[in-house]
């Protein structure tokens, strides 16, 4: 399509080249008249070497027009057709970097929703295992406290145990020294006997 153009335009100007310089050539005659439809031809073409001539002052013209006009004028559209594809292909070079760059985006950006997601994963991971240790090591903590404190007043039971056997001991040792030194009857004895086995039930009822 393109080049059918060019070669109607290339035909075009020809003719339309030819006729005018046949008219500028006729007009310069000597002997000038108006030039009527039907003696066109014959001013034309009144010869052979008339027609020679015109025939190489057109293709003079046809030469210049194409040096002078035709060929800086094709170069300049394709120079500008060169200049609308450069920017094209700019354009289209731009786009497409501008592509890969926000799907570079989006990707950094997905990659860093499920890098923060981890994070907070982790954390709220070492957040439960924290709190897992710290109630285990407060409850072994509570339960060695019981224990000791067990173990305390165990100790303190049995310690008052035997003070209070050894009390006793030396309470009875103190009764058979009296009544082996007073040789009362028998029964101031058993009154005494009964006496101590009191004392000794108060003792052990205090210490409880």
Same mark, same amino acid.
């Given at each position: 399509?393109?080049?059918?153009?060019?070669?109607?335009?290339?035909? =075009?100007?020809?003719?339309?080249?030819?006729?005018?310089?046949?008219?500028?050539?006729?007009?310069?005659?000597?002997?000038?008249? &108006?030039?009527?439809? =039907? =003696?066109?031809?014959?001013?034309?073409?009144?010869?052979?070497?008339?027609?020679?001539?015109?025939?190489?002052?057109?293709?003079?013209?046809?030469?210049?027009?194409?040096?002078?006009?035709?060929?800086?004028?094709?170069?300049? %559209?394709?120079?500008?057709?060169?200049?609308?594809? #450069?920017? *094209?292909? /700019?354009?289209?070079?731009?786009?497409? /970097?501008?592509?890969?760059?926000? $799907?570079?985006?989006?990707?950094?950006?997905?990659?860093? %929703?499920?890098?923060?997601? &981890?994070?907070?994963? /982790? #954390?709220?991971? &070492? !957040?439960?295992?924290?709190?897992?240790?710290?109630?285990?090591?407060?409850?072994?903590? #509570?339960? %060695?406290?019981?224990?000791? #404190?067990?173990?305390?007043?165990?100790? &303190?039971?049995?310690?008052?145990?035997? /003070?209070?056997?050894?009390?006793?001991?030396?309470?009875?040792?103190? !009764? !058979?020294? $009296?009544?082996?030194?007073?040789?009362?009857?028998?029964?101031?004895?058993?009154?005494? *006997?009964?006496?101590?086995?009191?004392? %000794?039930? !108060?003792?052990?009822?205090?210490?409880?």
């Amino acid at each position: 399509m393109v080049k059918a153009k060019k070669l109607v335009f290339k035909w =075009s100007l020809l003719v339309f080249s030819f006729f005018t310089l046949s008219l500028f050539l006729v007009s310069c005659t000597e002997n000038v008249r &108006e030039i009527k439809s =039907s =003696s066109v031809i014959n001013e034309l073409f009144p010869n052979f070497w008339v027609f020679i001539t015109h025939l190489l002052a057109f293709f003079i013209l046809l030469t210049l027009m194409i040096f002078l006009f035709w060929k800086p004028t094709q170069r300049f %559209l394709n120079n500008r057709k060169n200049l609308l594809e #450069a920017q *094209i292909k /700019q354009a289209n070079e731009l786009e497409k /970097q501008a592509r890969n760059l926000l $799907e570079e985006s989006n990707q950094r950006h997905e990659k860093a %929703l499920i890098v923060s997601k &981890e994070i907070v994963d /982790q #954390a709220n991971y &070492e !957040a439960l295992q924290l709190k897992s240790e710290i109630e285990k090591t407060a409850n072994r903590q #509570a339960n %060695l406290m019981i224990f000791q #404190a067990r173990q305390e007043i165990e100790k &303190e039971r049995r310690s008052l145990k035997e /003070q209070s056997i050894k009390e006793s001991v030396e309470l009875a040792m103190l !009764a !058979a020294q $009296e009544l082996i030194l007073k040789k009362i009857d028998q029964k101031s004895d058993r009154e005494f *006997i009964d006496k101590f086995i009191r004392d %000794l039930e !108060a003792n052990e009822t205090e210490d409880d």
